[in-house]
């Protein structure tokens, strides 16, 4: 087989194992749809949707321990407030509890729910907003896109408006590690 033949084979394989890597993960935790309700590939949803914002990623590298029920809980500064967030890489958007929303001074009253969204819990409406700024540990990112998703969600999701502006994020057996 020629040098080029081979070239073409490889690249070939890298993209086949690129697609089905993308099918396998489009199966967010959040995925977004403007009404009617249909859920729609999350991916291509948010890009139109909320766009991401350009601001890089600033501060020092985080560490998420591992919690004792397997998950990576953390505990973030959201606008100058506490949240816990649920580390979730499944979903597109950082994704708020209405009583968190509420706690960080979003007026839930006069937020518009319409898209609709696809939880673990089933389908709910949500409405966009930006959030100042979101700070793990010092690993600290400005003008995030989030949902508040109007019910069913237990806790808020740090998702991937938020992670995908990280120059890197890596899981292991003991803790997450989010790269600014």
């Known amino acids: 087989m020629s040098e080029r033949a081979s070239s073409l084979v490889r690249y070939a394989l890298v993209a086949f194992v690129a697609s089905a890597s993308?099918?396998?993960?489009?199966?967010?935790?959040?995925?977004?749809?403007?009404?009617?309700?249909?859920?729609?590939?999350?991916?291509?949803?948010?890009?139109?949707?909320?766009?991401?914002?350009?601001?890089?990623?600033?501060?020092?590298?985080?560490?998420?321990?591992?919690?004792?029920?397997?998950?990576?809980?953390?505990?973030?500064?959201?606008?100058?407030?506490?949240?816990?967030?649920?580390?979730?890489?499944?979903?597109?958007?950082?994704?708020?509890?209405?009583?968190?929303?509420?706690?960080?001074?979003?007026?839930?009253?006069?937020?518009?729910?319409?898209?609709t969204v696809g939880t673990a819990a089933g389908r709910t409406r949500a409405a966009p907003v930006r959030l100042a700024s979101v700070s793990v540990d010092g690993a600290r990112i400005e003008n995030v896109d989030a949902l508040v998703i109007e019910e069913g969600l237990d806790s808020s999701l740090l998702g991937m408006t938020y992670l995908g502006r990280l120059s890197s994020f890596q899981a292991t057996r003991q803790a997450l590690f989010l790269q600014p």
């Open 22 to 115: 993308a099918f396998a993960s489009a199966g967010a935790v959040v995925a977004f749809a403007p009404k009617p309700p249909q859920l729609r590939a999350a991916r291509a949803e948010a890009a139109m949707v909320m766009p991401l914002a350009a601001d890089p990623a600033a501060g020092e590298r985080a560490e998420i321990p591992k919690a004792a029920d397997g998950h990576y809980w953390a505990q973030a500064e959201v606008n100058g407030q506490a949240v816990r967030f649920l580390v979730d890489t499944g979903a597109t958007a950082v994704a708020l509890t209405p009583n968190d929303a509420q706690r960080l001074g979003i007026r839930i009253e006069q937020l518009k729910f319409d898209y």
